[in-house]
Nanobody, 122 residues
Framework: QVQLVESGGGLVQAGGSLRLACVAS????????MAWFRQAPGKEREFVAT???????YYADSVKGRFTISRDNAKNTVFLQMNSLRPEDTAVYYC????????????????WGQGTQVTVSS
């Protein structure tokens, strides 16, 4: 059974930082593309970042230069370091996984975590 468990969300002031973590089990982590998506109130879920084993990473334009996705393959964990946070980054952040190449398309991901709330105050 595949499980993705996120942690690290919370309340932070604009300009601050947070680090999200997602621990995966039940998948072959080294063969998996791992991604972060987010969903703000009243909006559709959107792509944030994705990373494949070996270091290939892609980012949404809205977070490029501020967010960094990284992996600890020994611990089956993917991180999202979020710096220079803005109120518009407020959302529930979801971890997602798929076996294969990286993609920013939500429907291509097979497994999802339960989400962690990030709130950025102005």
């Amino acid at each position: 059974q595949v499980q993705l468990v996120e942690s690290g969300g919370g309340l932070v002031q604009a300009g601050g930082s947070l680090r999200l973590a997602c621990v995966a089990s039940g998948i072959t982590f080294r063969r998996s593309a791992m991604a972060w998506f987010r969903q703000a109130p009243g909006k559709e879920r959107e792509f944030v970042a994705t990373s494949r084993y070996g270091g290939t990473s892609y980012y949404a334009d809205s977070v490029k230069g501020r967010f960094t996705i990284s992996r600890d393959n020994a611990k089956n964990t993917v991180f999202l370091q979020m710096n220079s946070l803005r109120p518009e980054d407020t959302a529930v952040y979801y971890c997602a996984a798929r076996e294969g190449s990286v993609t920013s398309t939500e429907r291509h991901y097979d497994y999802w975590g339960q989400g962690t709330q990030v709130t950025v105050s102005s």
